[in-house]
């Protein structure tokens, strides 16, 4: 499965972005949404399962994030709204060929497939 990322750019605190993740097949049981800032290791921020569309998020962006996918289940997007500073970072976009658990969906090495990183910068 290959996947592109885009959408990142530069907004203000308070203010919405929306990510799309593209996938070139339907191979996979789950996708989600990382991120990096600078100096930190790589966070699971959103997932969604293609088998019963569950979505899990993070607790750091829960209520201001939705992750949602197109009804070819294709193009999987993040709408950010009320972004803060903190949630600047690099996002990436993952699958993974199972339907992840609650307790397995943010791990990194559960991903099989990455995309390139999008930039999200929040700034005044």
């Known amino acids: 499965v290959q996947l592109q990322a885009s959408g990142g750019g530069l907004v203000q605190p308070g203010g919405s972005l929306r990510l799309s993740c593209s996938a070139s097949?339907?191979?996979?049981?789950?996708i989600g949404w990382f991120r990096q800032a600078p100096g930190k290791e790589r966070e699971g921020v959103a997932s969604?399962?293609?088998?019963?569309?569950?979505?899990l998020y993070s607790d750091s962006v829960k209520g201001r994030f939705t992750i949602s996918r197109d009804s070819a289940e294709n193009t999987i997007v993040l709408q950010m709204n009320n972004l803060k500073p903190e949630d600047t970072a690099v996002y990436y976009c993952?699958?993974?060929?199972?339907?992840?658990?609650?307790?397995?969906?943010?791990?990194?090495?559960?991903?099989?497939?990455w995309g390139q990183g999008t930039l999200v910068t929040v700034s005044s």
């Open positions: 969604i399962r293609r088998g019963d569309a569950k979505k």
């Open positions: 097949e339907r191979n996979y049981g789950t």
């Open positions: 993952a699958a993974s060929r199972y339907n992840l658990i609650v307790s397995a969906w943010s791990q990194r090495t559960q991903y099989d497939y």
